[in-house]
Structures are given as C-alpha cells and as structure tokens.
C-alpha cells in the first residue's frame, strides 16, 4: 500500500483521494484552508446561503460516462437532480430568448425570432444533436450513441464551429437578439464549440443541479473519502516538496511540520505550484499554455443581495446588455443574474438569493488582488461597484427597489486568497477556436513520484474536468506502483471494489 499525500482539497484533491483509496493505496488530502471544497463550495451569511458554484454539473444523465465517475466519487448521492426549464435568458431589445432544455423547443423560438436565419439555425442545432450523439446521450431519450458512420458523416459540422470564435459564429445570424443570445454567456473570443458544447449537454438533460449545490456536494466527497479510510487534513498549506534523486520524499508544510510520502499529486493552481512549492521547471505544455496569450485566464466579481422572489420574473440566468457608462465602469457589456429559488432552504421563506456575476480579465483580476493590500480602498471600491450594480438591477426591475439588499461581496482577490490561484481564477484557460482537446501531461520531468492533477490541464476547465484529473493521477500511480511489483517483486495492493 502506497502512502499519496495529496496537496489540496477542491474536487481534485478530493477526487484523487477516493480513487487512491479505491485502488487500495492510503490518501492524506492536505487541505490549506479550515475546510475542503476549493471552488465547490457554499457559505451563510445570516439566515441566507450563498452558494460558489454549480450552475450547471456535466454528468447528470445516467447515461453520460461523466455520471459513472461522479457516482464512484459519490458526489450525486440519492439527492434529486434539479434540471431548470432553462439555462439561461438573454433580453436583448426587449426581447426574450432562453437556452431551454427541450431543443425543438429552442429551434422552434430561435426560428420565430428569425426565419430569415433558418439555414444557420438548422446546422446549429444539427451540430448540438451531433454532439450529444457523441457523448452518448443523443435521441429522444438522452441515451443514443452514434455508430461509426455518425462520427465520420457529423466530423466537417463539427470542425466548422471548432474553428469558429463566438464572435464569429454570431455573425452568421442575421438577427440581433440571435447574436447577442451567442454572445452574451461566454463573451466574444470563446471557441464556438464551447458553446455547442452547453448546448448539448443541457438539452440533453446532463447538465443539472444535485439538491443542495456545491456546498453539499463537496460534503458527499468529503463523506465518501472518510468512508473509504482517507484522511483529510485541513489548515496544512504545503511550502514545499523535499526531493532528493528525482524523487519527492516529503512535503513541509507552512506550520513547520513534514509528512512523508511515496508518492504526491498536487492539484493548486500551475503557476503557484512551480513558483512555490517545487524547484523545478513547469512543464512544457503547461508554461506554453501561460505564455500563449490566445489561452486567456479570467476570473469574475460578484454580489449576493436578498429579495422578494414574488419581484423575480426569471429562472436561472438572466443576462442583460448594461448602458455604456454602465459599461466602461465595470469593462463588460452584461449583466449576469441568478436566482436561486430552485433551492428553497438557501433564504427565509417569501425571500430569495440573487447573485449577479461580472467576469473580468487578467488585468483587472490582478487589480483588485493588489488594491486588498489596501484594506480602505479594496472596501471603498466593493462599495462602489455593488451600487452600481443594484442601480442597474433595480433599473432594469424596478419592483425590486424596495426588497433587494446586499448581503455579500467577493472578488478575484477573494478567490485568490481563499484558493491560492494567481489571479483569482477559478476555471482554467478561456477554450479557444481550434485549440486541442486533449489533456496535458500529469507528469513532471525530473520527479518520478509527482503526479499534476489540475483543471489547468484542459481548457476549460470546470468540475467533471478537475475530477478526472484527480482520477487519472492516481491511475498513473497504479501504473508505476505496477512497474515496481514487476521490477521488485513488490507484493500488489488488492483493488477495492468500486461501487
Ligand atoms: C462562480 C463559479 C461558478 C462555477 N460554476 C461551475 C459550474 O457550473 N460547473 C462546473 O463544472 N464548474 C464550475 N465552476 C468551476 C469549478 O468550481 C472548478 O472548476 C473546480 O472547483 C476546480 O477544482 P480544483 O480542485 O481543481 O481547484 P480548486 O477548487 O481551486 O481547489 C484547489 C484547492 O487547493 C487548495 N490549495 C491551494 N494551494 C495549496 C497549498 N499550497 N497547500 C494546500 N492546499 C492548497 C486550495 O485551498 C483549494 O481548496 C465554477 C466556479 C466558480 C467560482
């Protein structure tokens, strides 16, 4: 049995913790924070719950292969899968269009609103159904795979939307609501597959939200962890890797305190993993993704007010284009709302949980980082941008004017505190048009015991991405703990059952 000191407890860490376990080895998660979770993560302000993160969970339909790795981490438990009518409403104009989860039913409004685009919504939504096929989870009962005949005959549709930023995908409509519908949910330079890739995983039921959001659903991992015989050890931030001989045999840590290993995983943030706590080079795939500035980095600031829900007219998103002035002050051009009534033990009964959400770029992301050095002015500037924010939102609803009242504020500078990425983000790369889909390496040269198990290996990131990171670190472990059984005559590790 091998011991795996895994740095960090987000859905990585925790993921690679289970696995490790389910492979029979022994996993200490080292967690910097009092709790784990990382970015899957919930908290209370007063009698009101916030939640971080899930808007949308690939892997939800039984049918998908995501949903077989979500069970073995047991973070879908027996809860409800909570599938909204729609994923989210762009108003453009005065008009109203929602990615819905019954595809004829989005063909069918997006056709209304614009007939004179029927061909460029015909492949569009061709290209979805191609997709869906692709993952297994295409035909009217979400559970269809293609044949090899689907994957040749769909290949040149598909290629036509991987080549094309969303910028350039809505210049194919004619339209204006239709355009910024595209536009409006991943901004203009995101790979359009990106966004067919929502699509289909929304329409084809496998995008919902487990009871309870994230904060309960890193409880599940954190559960199933425990349950298995790993250990979680919280307020441990590693500083340092030991190494001797291109092996790691030891991990210090920030209160002055060692832990040995046979074999580490670390799953922070890339930049701060190779500028703090290893030695060594990044490697090369991973230092050319930083320094290419088409794979941008983002983050995003938000505000969580109370209100009455009767005042509320939407589900899910709502996404609003913002007047200009409006827009230079806080650099985006929407607004992006979301209620959170599907979850009715988030707020007090008759009351409601409304976040809005602003992304921002690196530049700016890096600002706010540097302005909390500055504790009256990173307030002042809070204070600032959460009333403009609750101007624009009572401009747009006025009904609200008298119920919607800040609970909370947070920033890139919160995430990076709280999560230690370097600019406060918390996905990976932006995912960009003609980008390779395919995972970065999870080793390091130079350190045979040291797997990577980060989201930062495939734009663009999310969940389902870092869970599998986790996962495939341990099965790296597998394979050289298999190296050694058949070099030494080491005894193997009996496999526990996976169920
Ligand atoms: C607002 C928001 C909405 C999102 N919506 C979705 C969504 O709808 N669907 C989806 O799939 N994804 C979504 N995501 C993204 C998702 O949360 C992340 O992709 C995922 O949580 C990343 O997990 P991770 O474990 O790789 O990284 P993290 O969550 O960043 O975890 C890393 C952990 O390592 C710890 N750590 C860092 N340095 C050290 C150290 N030196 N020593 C010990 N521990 C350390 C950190 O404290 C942290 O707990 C959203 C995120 C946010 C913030």
Redesign the pocket.
């Known amino acids: 049995m091998a011991r795996v000191l895994i740095?960090?407890?987000?859905?990585?860490?925790?993921?690679a913790g289970i696995y490790a376990q389910l492979y029979g080895h022994q996993a200490i998660v080292?967690?910097?924070?009092e709790s784990?979770?990382?970015?899957?993560?919930g908290w209370q302000r007063n009698e009101y719950h916030i939640d971080?993160?899930?808007?949308?969970?690939?892997g939800t339909n039984p049918h998908s292969d995501t949903y077989k790795m979500w069970e073995e981490l047991g973070a879908l438990g027996d809860v409800e899968i909570m599938q909204g009518d729609s994923l989210y409403t762009c108003e453009y104009g005065g008009k109203r269009l929602s990615l819905k989860k019954d595809l004829d039913e989005l063909k069918q409004d997006m056709l209304l609103i614009s007939p004179q685009d029927k061909n460029e919504i015909l492949s569009f939504i061709k290209a979805i159904e191609a997709l869906q096929y692709i993952c297994n989870i295409g035909g009217k009962d979400h559970s269809e795979g293609f044949g090899a005949w689907g994957y040749i005959s769909s290949f040149p549709l598909l290629l036509k939307y991987h080549r094309m930023s969303t910028k350039e995908l809505a210049r194919c409509f004619k339209s204006e609501m239709i355009r910024q519908f595209i536009l409006c949910f991943l901004g203009d330079d995101f790979a359009s597959s990106a966004l067919l890739f929502v699509f289909a995983h929304f329409t084809a039921l496998n995008g919902g939200i487990p009871r309870g959001s994230?904060y309960e659903m890193a409880q599940r991992m954190k559960n199933r962890l425990v349950s298995l015989g790993g250990e979680i050890l919280t307020k441990?931030?590693?500083?340092k890797i030991n190494c001797e001989n291109g092996i790691a045999h030891s991990v210090l840590?920030?209160d002055g305190t060692v832990a040995e290993a046979d074999y580490i995983v670390l799953?922070?943030?890339p930049k701060?993993?190779f500028e703090?706590?290893i030695d060594l080079k990044m490697p090369r795939q991973l230092k050319q993704a930083y320094d290419n500035r088409r794979l941008f980095r983002f983050s995003?600031y938000?505000c969580a007010f109370s209100c009455n829900c009767n005042d509320i007219d939407f589900t899910g998103d709502f996404i609003f284009e913002i007047p200009e002035n409006a827009q230079r002050k806080l650099h985006t051009k929407y607004l992006i709302l979301r209620e959170f009534s599907h979850e009715s033990s988030f707020a007090p009964k008759g009351k409601c949980v409304l976040q809005s959400?602003t992304f921002c770029n690196e530049r700016i992301a890096k600002e706010f980082i540097e302005l909390r050095k500055n504790t009256n002015a990173y307030r002042a500037k809070k204070q600032e941008l959460a009333s403009l924010i609750k101007e624009l939102i009572i401009a747009r609803f006025p009904k609200l004017e008298s119920s919607l009242t800040l609970i909370d504020m947070w920033t890139p500078a919160t995430?990076h505190r709280?999560?230690?990425?370097e600019i406060g983000s918390?996905?990976?790369f932006a995912m960009v048009p003609k980008q390779s889909l395919s995972r970065m390496s999870n080793k390091i040269k130079g350190l045979k015991n040291v797997f990577l198990?980060?989201?930062?290996q495939q734009a663009p990131?999310?969940?389902?991405?870092?869970?599998q990171?986790?996962k495939l670190a341990i099965e790296a472990i597998v394979k050289a703990e298999a190296r050694q059984v058949k070099h030494n005559s080491k005894k193997p590790v009996p496999i526990k059952a996976f169920n």
Not at 7 to 13: H, L, Q, R, T
Not at 30 to 33: I, Q
Not at 236 to 239: L, S, T
Request: with cysteine; charged share 10%.
């Open positions: 740095i960090g407890g987000g859905v990585s860490g925790l993921s080292c967690e910097r924070s784990v979770g990382g970015n899957l993560i971080n993160c899930i808007h949308w969970l690939t994230s441990k931030e590693a500083i840590f920030k799953t922070p943030d701060m993993i703090k706590i995003s938000h959400l995430y709280y999560v230690n990425s918390f996905m990976s198990a980060t989201q930062w990131g999310g969940l389902p991405i870092a869970a990171g986790g």
